[in-house]
Structure formats: C-alpha cells, structure tokens
C-alpha cells in the first residue's frame, strides 16, 4: 500500500464523518475497527456508527494540520495532527488531536483497523 492510498483512506473517513455517512465508513472500517477516544474510552464500530447515526457525536469540520505515514512492523499506519470541531455526546469544540490509525488488508483492498486519539 502507497503512502498515497494511506493517506487517501484516510481522508474518506474525515470526509465520511463530516458528512455522518456511516455506509461510507462501514466500507472502509474493519468488522473489529475500534475506535480509543482521548479520554481512554474504547468504543467499538458499531456503537460508534451508531453514535454518529443518531447524532450523539458530530463531526463539523476536521482539519488535518500534519500528517506522517509509517509502519509498526508490516503494518501500514498514519499519524495525523487535526484541529476537529465536533460535538460529542453534548459537548462542542475545537480539539486539537493526534489521531492514529492502523490499517488491514481486506480482499484486494485495504480497510482502517483501529484509530487512537490523544491530544497535542
């Protein structure tokens, strides 16, 4: 996988949350996809896409100010600095997050494993 379709994949889930698609980020999100919030939380895909469904957490923007691809081991993953405006289960602002994501191989494909979030 290029450092280009990381990054790609990438920004179809900001864009997907942005627009609170949850069938696009069902397509790009692993059946064991979890997402760490920066409190620690861990949240699985499901409650997540439900989350987003119903409103409780809300993207309005997602701003990507730095972003780096690796690989922990054989694993492809990104680490992108963001500045996201969302509001999540009640309460809005602006966070600054470093959100890192993991991705799988998935037929001929690639799909996003797991993200972390953590404050900068």
Known sequence: MTAEAIEALHEAMFEAMVAGDVAELDGIL????TLTHMTGYVQSRSEWLEAIESGEMQYHRMETVEATVGADATVPELTASTRTDATIWGSRATWRL??????ER?????????????TW
């Open 98 to 103: 470093t959100l890192r994501s993991w991705f």
């Open 106 to 118: 998935r037929g001929d494909g690639w799909v996003i494993s797991r993200t972390v979030a953590s």
């Open 30 to 33: 692993s059946e064991d996809f």
